[in-house]
């Protein structure tokens, strides 16, 4: 079976711009959630999706934004990009949401944002 | 709140001998706890979970971490490290029965030298 997929792999935009990236869960997956890695950090949490519905949402700007689709696909869309955007953003799905038992979250590859 | 600490940076350890990677968390309530590696250009990788049960869990690739709630740690451990267990481990904490997400120390770097 194929695990989560993430596109773009590595990406480059000027500071202003706005982004979009995507996530594929696992097949029967159906939460879906974004965190940040900065260089020299742990992941840190942005948003959690659950069937389709928003569920969780860290520290971050409202400049940060995702949505889940039907087929529990998602992206993740940031605006208005700052240089300290630049990080490597990864996708986690699990099969049912974060309420659940000791429920585990299996990340993709990630796509590696630069802003200059 | 919750949090997780991974004291060390960097752990050096020869090919052959055995390794321990610290971690310790803090959460109210019982806690739910996990352990990732990241290769360099890569995502991060499940090795083991803690949700209830026996204290010493055992996961992939010949790790097992034990979980001490009196010390509230979760040590990631293996018998033998090869050198291909080199990466970034990751130590993630979230609270039992609650819809929160996984809060992860900064890591920590496991070099094995042959």
């Known amino acids: 079976d194929a695990g989560v997929t993430q596109s773009p792999t590595h990406l480059i935009k000027t500071r202003g711009q706005q982004v979009t990236l995507r996530c594929s869960p696992i097949s029967g997956h159906k939460s879906v959630s974004w965190y940040q890695q900065v260089l020299g950090q742990g992941p840190q949490f942005i948003f959690q999706y659950y069937e389709k519905e928003e569920r969780g949402r860290g520290n971050f700007p409202d400049r940060f934004s995702a949505r889940q689709f039907p087929n529990y696909s998602s992206e993740l869309n940031v605006n208005a990009l700052l240089l300290g955007d630049s990080a490597l953003y990864l996708c986690?799905?699990?099969?049912?949401?974060?309420?659940?038992?000791?429920?585990?979250?299996?990340f993709g590859p990630g796509t590696r944002l630069l802003v200059l | 709140a919750q949090s997780v600490a991974q004291p060390e940076d960097q752990v050096n350890v020869a090919e052959g001998n055995p390794l321990t990677v610290k971690c310790t968390y803090s959460?109210?309530?019982?806690?739910?706890l996990f352990w990732y590696v990241q290769y360099p250009n890569r995502g991060l990788q499940f090795l083991l979970k803690?949700?209830?049960?026996?204290?010493l869990v055992k996961g992939s690739y010949g790790f097992e971490a034990e979980f001490n709630k009196s010390q509230t740690s979760f040590h990631l451990k293996k018998p033998s490290a090869l050198v291909s267990d080199s990466a970034l481990y990751f130590c993630a904490v979230r609270r039992s029965g609650s819809n929160t997400p996984l809060v992860f120390g900064k890591g920590t770097r496991l070099s094995v030298i042959a």
């Open positions: 986690a799905s699990s099969l049912r949401g974060l309420s659940g038992r000791g429920e585990t979250q299996y």
């Open positions: 803690y949700i209830t049960g026996d204290n």
């Open positions: 959460v109210s309530g019982n806690p739910y």
